[in-house]
């Protein structure tokens, strides 16, 4: 009797001994049985396209407008050689500044070219005047061959920035270091 009880014990350890050796064996198969079926799965949809319409479109659409500025700059038209206010949409921010007036302008100008880039504006106090010194990149000497452009250009950045920054009281542009002060 012993001996079988003895027999029976160690076919228990033997058994749970097994389990033990052989649970991460299973574990893998399992994982990999799961794998191929949604291998399988993702093969037979994948030509499905599951598209949801956000159903709050509408109020973005108006949260939109709420998220730009409406702002005044000037314009040069070459056909009527005049400067023309226009009002154009940017994105709302704390603070505009200058540069968000001159790149509205350039962006609305046709005779600017894509080479021709703003670069930054500084507000200085010279000789107890107000002045907004603009840098322009060196592509803008190309219009400044053509003076009636460049002027209609100047004369637009000039009556933006005098209209939208009333504590300045003169604009001065500058090329590669050239200047032009209006």
Do not use: W
């Not at 940017?90 to 200058?98: A, C, D, G, H, Y």
């Not at 007036?101 to 500084?122: C, H, L, Q, T, V």
């Not at 507000?123 to 107890?128: C, F, G, S, V």
């Not at 840098?135 to 004369?155: C, D, I, M, T, V």
């Amino acid at each position: 009797m012993q001996k079988q009880e003895k027999l029976n014990e160690e076919k228990t350890k033997k058994k749970k001994s097994n389990f033990k050796k052989n649970l991460f064996v299973a574990l893998l198969f399992f994982v990999t049985v799961a794998v191929v079926l949604v291998n399988r799965y993702d093969r037979k949809h994948r030509s499905m396209i599951h598209v949801e319409v956000d159903k709050n479109l509408v109020q973005e659409t108006t949260q939109d407008e709420e998220t730009q500025n409406r702002i005044s700059i000037f314009v040069y038209d070459p056909s009527t050689k005049t400067v023309n206010e226009r009002e154009i949409v940017v994105p709302r921010q704390i603070n505009l500044i200058e540069g968000d007036f001159i790149n509205g302008i350039i962006r609305n100008s046709d005779y600017i070219s894509e080479d021709m880039k703003f670069r930054s504006a500084y507000n200085l106090r010279i000789d107890n005047v107000n002045t907004t010194v603009v840098k322009l990149n060196a592509q803008f000497a190309n219009l400044k061959k053509n003076p009636e452009l460049f002027n209609g250009f100047s004369l637009a950045v000039t009556n933006t920035i005098l209209k939208n920054f009333p504590n300045i009281q003169s604009v001065v542009i500058q090329i590669d270091g050239e200047t032009n002060t209006r």
